[in-house]
């Protein structure tokens, strides 16, 4: 329906979807495709994250039921669009109305910028040079 959409994908198998596929990819070249779309739809595990602290605009789904409630929050607080269980009977029309959603790139940037400010990476930055403090 898009032919204008470039589509990437991350996997190990290679389905007869229209696109282009990574897979063993380094995490240096990982952060470089994170942080070089427009949008990316993943689980709601730990790429989750990384895709938000890049300020990647996300659809997200839940492939694990201990990610609903992590989805469930970040969706009320703007920074992805949730489509739920990956397993649900409407899976495909719901990620069809979420990519419609995120199609300005006004409403993705305003997912960006909300992401960026719920994921705060230089925590993890302070909390290393606390720990090697002690350390040393």
């Known amino acids: 329906?898009?032919?204008?959409?470039?589509?990437?994908?991350?996997?190990?198998?290679?389905?007869?979807?229209?696109?282009?596929?990574?897979s063993s990819c380094s995490a240096e070249a990982?952060?470089?495709?994170?942080?070089?779309?427009d949008l990316a739809i993943s689980a709601g595990g730990q790429t989750l994250y990384e895709l938000l602290s890049c300020g990647t605009p996300v659809i997200a789904t839940a492939v694990a039921e201990n990610?609903?409630?992590?989805?469930?929050?970040?969706?009320?607080?703007?920074?992805?669009v949730s489509i739920g269980d990956f397993n649900a009977n409407n899976f495909c029309s719901k990620l069809y109305s979420a990519v419609l959603s995120v199609k300005s790139s006004r409403v993705r940037q305003r997912m960006s910028d909300k992401s960026q400010s719920l994921i705060d990476c230089g925590s993890t930055l302070k909390l290393a040079r606390g720990m090697l403090a002690i350390v040393n």
């Open 67 to 80: 990610q609903e409630r992590d989805l469930e929050i970040l969706a009320e607080n703007n920074a992805i």
């Open 1 to 22: 329906h898009y032919p204008e959409f470039e589509l990437h994908i991350v996997s190990n198998t290679h389905k007869d979807i229209r696109g282009k596929y990574y």
């Open 30 to 37: 990982m952060r470089e495709l994170m942080c070089s779309v």
